[in-house]
C-alpha cells in the first residue's frame, strides 16, 4: 500500500519560498529572462502558472516550452 500526500494548497507543508525559488532558477534557464514577478499559484496547474509567468515577462510561451 502506498500513501500519495498531494498538497495543492499548501495547507500540509510550508516550503518558506523554496516552490518559488526553483521555479525561477527553472523559468531563467528555459526562457533567459530573470524572473522578476510570478504569477498566482494558489489553485494553479504549473503549466498554468508557467504560461501566466512567462506572460507577465512578455513571453509567448507554449506547451513544449513548459
Given at each position: 500500500?502506498?500513501?500519495?500526500l498531494?498538497?495543492?494548497?499548501h495547507?500540509?507543508?510550508?516550503?518558506?519560498?523554496?516552490?518559488?525559488?526553483?521555479?525561477g532558477e527553472c523559468?531563467?534557464?528555459?526562457?533567459?529572462v530573470r524572473m522578476e514577478q510570478q504569477a498566482a499559484v494558489?489553485?494553479?496547474?504549473?503549466?498554468i502558472i508557467f504560461r501566466e509567468t512567462a506572460r507577465l515577462h512578455g513571453i509567448t510561451s507554449d506547451r513544449a516550452m513548459f
Open positions: 500500500m502506498k500513501l500519495v498531494w498538497d495543492i494548497d495547507t500540509l507543508i510550508a516550503t518558506r519560498g523554496v516552490g518559488r525559488e526553483l521555479f523559468f531563467e534557464h528555459v526562457t533567459g494558489d489553485g494553479m496547474t504549473e503549466p
